[in-house]
C-alpha cells in the first residue's frame, strides 16, 4: 500500500497500520477483524486521545511510564537542547557524554538513600535491555569472583521482566515462554506472593512464610553453591498488581543473606516514585545488590533504562579487564537529558510525596467503594498502583467458568468505551495513573469502573 498521508486520516492511517505495522504483543487476526489500531494522536495531564476525537483518562499512565504526565514541554525542550548541542555520542571508546554522567550521579544520589553501596548505574535503553544486562552481569561477577558454578537465577512464576530472550526467561509467565522455547537454561521459577489468587483466606504472614518456605527448598534443591541471585519486582506488575505481604520482602532478603546469593529488584515499574518512595525496594525495607529500572526514570519521553549496582559488584568487576556489554544506545545523551529534567520535575513538584501521602491514600480509600460491588473479590492498591479482581461469587476468589481469564477484558472494554483506559489481565483489572493525577481524577476511574462492572454483569 501506498498512500500519501493525509492530515491524520484515520480510516487511512488504520488502512496502513495493518498493511505495514505489526504491533508490540498483539493478535493480528484480531486486529484484522477490529479494523486496526487504535490510533492516539495527543495527550495532555492524564488524558489521551485519540484519531477520531475519543478522549480517555488514562489510568494506565502510558504503560506504566508517564509518571509526570502529558504535554510537559520541558521535557521537549531539554531533548531538543540536546540534540542540538550533542545528538548522540556513544560510551564505547572511553568516552562519555555530560548527561549521562550527570544522570548516574543523580541516580545514585537516589539509590543510596537506603542503600549506601548502590552508586554505580549502566544504561540501556529499555526494561528488558536492562535485565539483560543484569543477567550476564551478574553470571560475569560469580565468575570473576571465583565462583563459577553460580550460574542460577531463581525468579517468580507469573513474573514479568521484559521480552528480550532473556527477560522473557526471567519472567515467569508460561505464555510467553511456549513462543520460542524459553526458558534458556539456568532459571528457576517459584511462588509468587498472590495473596488472592493462591493464598485465599490465609494469614498474609503465614503465606509470606510459604513463599519464602518454597524459595528456600529451591535453593537447597539446586544447591546453594549454583545459585546466583534472586529477581523479584517490589510489586509485580503486569502480574496483575501483585502486592505482597509487608514482611515478605525482608524475608526474602534475609535468605539471600543466609545463602550469599544476590538481591536484585525489578524496579521497572515500581520505580520513580509509583509506591510513594524512589524506588519500590525503600518501601520494603530492604537493601538489594542490584536493581534495574527504566519506565518513570524518563516519564517514557524517550526511551532509557538503567541498572543500578552495588560497589561490591563493581570491586570484583574492575579484576577481569574489559565488561564485554554495552549498547550503541547506552547513555543515549538526549534521553539522559530529559530523564534528568523528568526527575527535576519529580523533586520540584513533589510528586512522591504527593503519592505517599495524599493520591496514594486518596485511591485506596476510592476503591474500597467497589469493595461491596458484587463482581470485587478485592480491590487493592499500593501507592498509585490499583487492583480490582474479578469473581463469579461474592466472597470467594472463584472465576467466572467458560470465562476464565476472559473478565479482565471484558471489562476493560467497556472501560474504554466509557473513556477510561486501564488494563485487563486475566480476571483483573490493573491501574497505574500518572503521578500528577487529582482526587476529583482518581474518583473518576473509580465512578467508570463501577458503572463498567455493573454493565459486564450481564455478559459475563
Ligand atoms: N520489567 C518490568 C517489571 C516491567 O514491567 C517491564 C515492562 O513492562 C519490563 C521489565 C520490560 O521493559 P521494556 O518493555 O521497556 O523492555
Same mark, same amino acid.
Given at each position: 500500500?501506498?498512500?500519501?498521508?493525509?492530515?491524520?486520516?484515520?480510516?487511512?492511517?488504520?488502512?496502513?497500520?495493518? $498493511?505495514?505495522?505489526?504491533?508490540?504483543?498483539?493478535?493480528?487476526?484480531?486486529?484484522?477483524?477490529?479494523?486496526?489500531?487504535?490510533?492516539?494522536?495527543?495527550?495532555?495531564?492524564?488524558?489521551?486521545?485519540?484519531?477520531?476525537?475519543?478522549?480517555?483518562?488514562?489510568?494506565?499512565?502510558?504503560?506504566?511510564?508517564?509518571?509526570?504526565?502529558?504535554?510537559?514541554?520541558?521535557?521537549?525542550?531539554?531533548?531538543?537542547?540536546?540534540?542540538?548541542?550533542?545528538?548522540?555520542?556513544?560510551?564505547?571508546?572511553?568516552?562519555?557524554?555530560?548527561?549521562?554522567?550527570?544522570?548516574? $550521579?543523580?541516580?545514585?544520589?537516589?539509590?543510596?538513600?537506603?542503600?549506601?553501596?548502590?552508586?554505580?548505574?549502566?544504561?540501556?535503553?529499555?526494561?528488558?535491555?536492562?535485565?539483560?544486562?543484569?543477567?550476564?552481569?551478574?553470571?560475569?561477577?560469580w565468575t570473576l569472583k571465583g565462583e563459577p558454578d553460580r550460574q542460577v537465577f531463581i525468579s517468580r512464576r507469573n513474573a514479568y521482566?521484559?521480552?528480550?530472550?532473556?527477560?522473557?526467561?526471567?519472567?515467569?509467565?508460561?505464555?510467553?515462554?511456549?513462543?520460542?522455547?524459553?526458558?534458556?537454561?539456568?532459571?528457576?521459577?517459584?511462588?509468587?506472593?498472590?495473596?488472592?489468587?493462591?493464598?485465599?483466606?490465609?494469614?498474609?504472614?503465614?503465606?509470606?512464610? $510459604?513463599?519464602?518456605?518454597?524459595?528456600?527448598?529451591?535453593?537447597?534443591?539446586?544447591?546453594?553453591?549454583?545459585?546466583?541471585?534472586?529477581?523479584?519486582?517490589?510489586?509485580?506488575?503486569?502480574?496483575?498488581?501483585?502486592?505482597?505481604?509487608?514482611?515478605?520482602?525482608?524475608?526474602?532478603?534475609?535468605?539471600?543473606?543466609?545463602?550469599?546469593?544476590?538481591?536484585?529488584?525489578?524496579?521497572?515499574?515500581?520505580?520513580?516514585?509509583?509506591?510513594?518512595?524512589?524506588?519500590?525496594?525503600?518501601?520494603?525495607?530492604?537493601?538489594?545488590?542490584?536493581?534495574?529500572?527504566?519506565?518513570?526514570?524518563?516519564?517514557?519521553?524517550?526511551?532509557?533504562?538503567?541498572?543500578?549496582?552495588?560497589?561490591?559488584?563493581?570491586?570484583?568487576?574492575?579484576?577481569?579487564?574489559?565488561?564485554?556489554?554495552?549498547?550503541?544506545?547506552?547513555?543515549?545523551?538526549?534521553?539522559?537529558?530529559?530523564?534528568?529534567?523528568?526527575?527535576?520535575?519529580?523533586?520540584?513538584?513533589?510528586?512522591?510525596?504527593?503519592?505517599?501521602?495524599?493520591?496514594?491514600?486518596?485511591?485506596?480509600?476510592?476503591?474500597?467503594?467497589?469493595?461491596?460491588?458484587?463482581?470485587?473479590?478485592?480491590?487493592?492498591?499500593?501507592?498509585?498502583?490499583?487492583?480490582?479482581?474479578?469473581?463469579?461469587?461474592?466472597?470467594?476468589?472463584?472465576?467466572?467458568?467458560?470465562?476464565?481469564?476472559?473478565?479482565?477484558?471484558?471489562?476493560?472494554?467497556?472501560?474504554?468505551?466509557?473513556?477510561?483506559?486501564?488494563?485487563?489481565?486475566?480476571?483483573?483489572?490493573?491501574?497505574?495513573?500518572?503521578?500528577?493525577?487529582?482526587?476529583?481524577?482518581?474518583?473518576?476511574?473509580?465512578?467508570?469502573?463501577?458503572?463498567?462492572?455493573?454493565?459486564?454483569?450481564?455478559?459475563?
Amino acid at each position: 500500500m501506498n498512500l500519501p498521508l493525509k492530515n491524520n486520516d484515520s480510516a487511512e492511517l488504520k488502512a496502513l497500520d495493518l $498493511a505495514h505495522h505489526l504491533p508490540a504483543q498483539a493478535d493480528y487476526a484480531l486486529l484484522e477483524q477490529l479494523g486496526g489500531s487504535r490510533i492516539i494522536t495527543h495527550a495532555e495531564g492524564c488524558v489521551i486521545t485519540d484519531i477520531d476525537g475519543k478522549s480517555l483518562l488514562d489510568g494506565m499512565a502510558g504503560l506504566w511510564c508517564v509518571n509526570v504526565g502529558y504535554g510537559r514541554s520541558e521535557l521537549a525542550e531539554a531533548a531538543y537542547k540536546q540534540m542540538l548541542e550533542l545528538p548522540y555520542y556513544n560510551t564505547f571508546f572511553k568516552t562519555a557524554t555530560a548527561p549521562a554522567v550527570r544522570l548516574a $550521579a543523580k541516580i545514585a544520589e537516589k539509590m543510596v538513600l537506603s542503600n549506601p553501596d548502590l552508586k554505580h548505574v549502566f544504561f540501556n535503553s529499555s526494561g528488558s535491555e536492562a535485565n539483560d544486562t543484569v543477567f550476564r552481569l551478574v553470571r560475569h561477577y560469580w565468575t570473576l569472583k571465583g565462583e563459577p558454578d553460580r550460574q542460577v537465577f531463581i525468579s517468580r512464576r507469573n513474573a514479568y521482566h521484559g521480552s528480550t530472550v532473556a527477560g522473557a526467561s526471567l519472567g515467569g509467565m508460561t505464555f510467553m515462554h511456549a513462543q520460542g522455547g524459553l526458558p534458556i537454561p539456568g532459571i528457576e521459577h517459584v511462588r509468587q506472593p498472590y495473596l488472592f489468587g493462591e493464598g485465599f483466606g490465609q494469614d498474609p504472614d503465614a503465606f509470606a512464610d $510459604a513463599c519464602v518456605q518454597d524459595i528456600e527448598d529451591r535453593i537447597l534443591s539446586v544447591g546453594p553453591d549454583k545459585v546466583a541471585a534472586f529477581i523479584g519486582e517490589p510489586v509485580q506488575g503486569a502480574g496483575g498488581v501483585v502486592i505482597p505481604p509487608q514482611s515478605y520482602w525482608p524475608k526474602v532478603e534475609a535468605l539471600c543473606r543466609k545463602y550469599g546469593i544476590l538481591l536484585i529488584c525489578d524496579e521497572v515499574i515500581c520505580g520513580f516514585g509509583r509506591l510513594g518512595q524512589w524506588f519500590g525496594h525503600q518501601h520494603y525495607g530492604v537493601k538489594p545488590d542490584i536493581i534495574a529500572m527504566a519506565k518513570g526514570l524518563s516519564s517514557g519521553y524517550l526511551p532509557i533504562s538503567a541498572v543500578g549496582v552495588s560497589s561490591h559488584i563493581v570491586e570484583v568487576l574492575k579484576t577481569g579487564g574489559d565488561f564485554v556489554h554495552g549498547y550503541t544506545y547506552s547513555g543515549h545523551p538526549a534521553a539522559c537529558a530529559v530523564a534528568l529534567a523528568n526527575i527535576g520535575i519529580i523533586e520540584r513538584e513533589g510528586l512522591i510525596e504527593r503519592t505517599r501521602e495524599v493520591t496514594g491514600p486518596y485511591l485506596a480509600t476510592a476503591l474500597t467503594r467497589l469493595d461491596g460491588h458484587p463482581l470485587v473479590g478485592e480491590a487493592r492498591s499500593i501507592g498509585l498502583l490499583g487492583a480490582v479482581e474479578i469473581v463469579s461469587e461474592k466472597g470467594t476468589n472463584l472465576r467466572f467458568k467458560g470465562a476464565e481469564g476472559h473478565a479482565g477484558p471484558v471489562v476493560r472494554d467497556i472501560c474504554i468505551k466509557n473513556g477510561l483506559m486501564v488494563r485487563g489481565i486475566r480476571d483483573t483489572i490493573v491501574m497505574c495513573p500518572p503521578l500528577i493525577i487529582t482526587e476529583a481524577e482518581i474518583d473518576r476511574i473509580v465512578d467508570i469502573l463501577e458503572a463498567s462492572l455493573n454493565e459486564a454483569e450481564p455478559v459475563l
